[in-house]
């Protein structure tokens, strides 16, 4: 007989009760030798499956000394026996604990998989077994495609897969019929024959009459362990399950044993979403919401900020009015007549400066026929129109030529097209109207101004400055200048600058300056404000979606307690566990997000489609900032969950069912 393999002194093992304790197991004393075939018998409640559950690393004793191969199991932490039960022990289950969504072949895998075998030579090796076990044509059958029978027969094959020289069985045969537990009972004692450690724990005397030693226990103590006289040898068939070497080992070692890993609990997420559809999609809502919440608010503002912007746009942007007084309402400043047209001839020639237009304004009755209104009549310079972003829907704007000759050319604006000429198709261009006693004929139809900067819903009327000044003012100072400022200059420094030379060529500061970049900016940063408060808004929704799914994670961890302790049983790590949960939140969290986006982009779609004056504008880093955002909360949320599932001891997730 070979030396002691395991080695028990003084175990006791206790439970809480009540107030109290019950004490299950008290003071045992047991060795076992390697390649012993050792029965454990006892009636219900006497404490075999807790001794069980000790010898496979799956609980610790309350008190005592338990020893594998001469070192302590006190001493060790839970990933050092989690290698125990990987390298050491196969355990077969009275009820199988095959895992519902993997085939015979992947059950058979799944300890391979913790143990850094390569995918190729532990598919071959648990092929090889299961064919062994009379299982070849159920290589790729669900647990619930195959019988009592043939599920504890890929347990046994589980239990074989990386080696393990200990195997423990606890009532292996009771849920089989006779003829299945029979198989059962054979396979074990050809393990037996060819050196395996074979502990099986039964209640009934005559299956552990096929052990060479028996050991009975009655209320947590040993009663008797008695030698039984042996059986004739049983022939070792030359396939015998146990006779192949283990898989090997990745050559990559522990890199490629984390890939692995990282790949079933990929798969495993996978499973666990599919079987669970609505729930997973439920799972997803909150962030679904979420995510599009945001993207559709970001899309929003940039869209209204860009609308807001051609709005500026169109009513001249980079434009300095410089106006007379101190500021608007100054009552002195229709006598201040120091804005003059030379002010607008110097500030042309500053190198900040793109353009610069002149403006008179007054107020006069403009008839044609028996048409009669007031109307705003402005004196502009050719670069006006530029400068205020006025668009032109017939004919022409006057030019040079016009302003020195004090041409009488007129630009109408849509209102006045409308009020005087009835808004008709025809052609207006020629026709003279009366502006006062100035007749001007019309040479061009310019798109309504937009109310702000000077924009008005009166009637508009646009004659050279020169020709206001001269024929209707009498006068030849100006209303204001409007500047527009070159491209590549700021619109506050080209402001301090226009400041500081007018003010040089009048003695002093008679004039105020409305700088359109300010409402620009004011009112994109109203937009940007408005934007954030109601992202915000958005990300609460995200927040609400992350403790949903932390919720859902927890109840999936409670209903799958049994899976849990199934994989600890075979060897996986606590980090295995944790991965295999964190990955399912984020994976689920990262669908979320996808879903989310699509949701946005329908809704842009449909936003279109509903004929607004503007469209939302998207952003690929709002997207991917939204992906990221998935998987943090994924990480976060998914974290307490599957922190919970890896610190469940292994007997109490098995006895979950």
């Known amino acids: 007989m070979s030396g002691i393999c395991l080695r028990l002194r003084g175990i006791g093992r206790a439970f809480p009760s009540g107030d109290g304790e019950v004490e299950v197991l008290k003071n045992v004393d047991l060795d076992f030798r390697q390649g012993e075939f050792v029965a454990i018998i006892g009636q219900s409640g006497s404490g075999k499956s807790t001794l069980m559950n000790i010898l496979g690393c799956l609980d610790r004793p309350s008190s005592g000394s338990y020893q594998i191969y001469d070192r302590e199991t006190s001493e060790l932490e839970a990933n050092e026996l989690a290698a125990y039960r990987r390298e050491h022990f196969g355990f077969i289950f009275q009820r199988y604990n095959l895992l519902s969504e993997l085939t015979a072949t992947g059950n058979v895998e799944v300890p391979a998989i913790y143990a850094g075998t390569p995918s190729d030579a532990r598919r071959e090796r648990a092929e090889k077994i299961l064919i062994r076990l009379g299982l070849g044509d159920r290589l790729e059958h669900t647990p619930n495609k195959l019988s009592g029978g043939q599920q504890q027969r890929v347990s046994i094959a589980r239990a074989l897969m990386n080696g393990g020289e200990i195997i423990l069985a606890d009532e292996p045969t009771g849920a089989l019929d006779t003829r299945s537990g029979e198989e059962v009972l054979q396979v074990l004692k050809e393990l037996h024959a060819e050196g395996k ?53 990745s050559v990559f070692g522990a890199f490629r044993s984390s890939v692995d890993r990282s790949v079933e609990a990929l798969w495993m997420a996978l499973r666990a979403m599919r079987a669970h559809k609505v729930r997973a999609l439920l799972t997803m809502l909150g962030i679904i919401i979420g995510i599009a919440s945001v993207i559709c608010v970001v899309a929003l503002g940039e869209g209204s900020r860009q609308k807001v912007l051609t709005n500026i746009s169109n009513l001249g942007t980079n434009t300095l009015e410089i106006f007379p007084g101190k500021d608007f309402g100054d009552t002195r400043s229709g006598k201040i007549t120091t804005l003059v047209i030379g002010d607008a001839e110097q500030l042309a020639r500053q190198p900040y400066v793109a353009a610069v237009t002149p403006t008179v304004t007054t107020t006069s009755t403009v008839r044609y026929g028996a048409n009669e209104s007031n109307a705003q009549v402005n004196g502009v310079g050719v670069s006006y129109f530029d400068a205020k972003g006025l668009e032109l829907l017939q004919g022409r704007f006057f030019d040079e030529r016009a302003l020195k000759t004090y041409g009488q050319e007129a630009v109408i604006d849509e209102n006045t097209l409308e009020t005087m000429f009835g808004g008709t198709e025809e052609d207006v261009l020629g026709k003279v109207i009366l502006l006062g006693t100035v007749p001007a004929r019309i040479v061009g139809v310019a798109k309504q101004q937009q109310g702000g900067f000077g924009g008005s819903q009166n009637l508009s009327v646009y004659l050279p400055y020169t020709t206001v000044q001269a024929r209707m003012l009498g006068s030849t100072s100006l209303r204001s200048i409007t500047v527009r400022v070159a491209d590549d200059v700021e619109t506050d420094l080209a402001e301090t600058a226009v400041t500081e030379f007018l003010t040089m060529r009048h003695g002093s500061k008679d004039f105020f300056i409305l700088n359109t970049d300010d409402i620009r900016q004011t009112i994109t940063s109203t937009t940007e404000t408005l934007t954030i408060l109601i992202a915000s808004i958005a990300v609460i929704s995200l927040l609400v979606g992350g403790i949903g799914v932390m919720n859902i994670m927890l109840v999936s961890v409670s209903e799958r307690v049994v899976e849990i302790g199934v994989r600890m049983a075979v060897g996986a790590r606590q980090s295995d566990i944790m991965l295999q949960f964190l990955i399912e939140a984020v994976l689920v969290c990262l669908t979320g997000g996808a879903l989310g986006i699509l949701t946005a982009l329908a809704f842009g779609v449909g936003f279109s489609a509903l004929g607004t004056n503007f469209s939302l504008v998207y952003s690929a880093d709002t997207m991917l900032w939204a992906v990221a955002v998935s998987s943090l909360i994924g990480v976060v949320f998914g974290f307490l969950p599957a922190h919970n599932a890896s610190r469940l001891d292994p007997v109490t997730a098995l006895a979950g069912e």
């Open 197 to 249: 450690t074979i502990i099986l724990v039964t209640h009934d005397p005559l299956i552990a009459q096929h052990a060479e030693r028996e050991i009975e226990i009655r209320d947590g103590e040993i009663v008797s362990d008695k030698t039984i006289a042996r059986e004739a040898a049983v022939e070792v068939p030359e396939t015998a399950p146990g006779t192949q070497e283990p898989p090997p080992r």
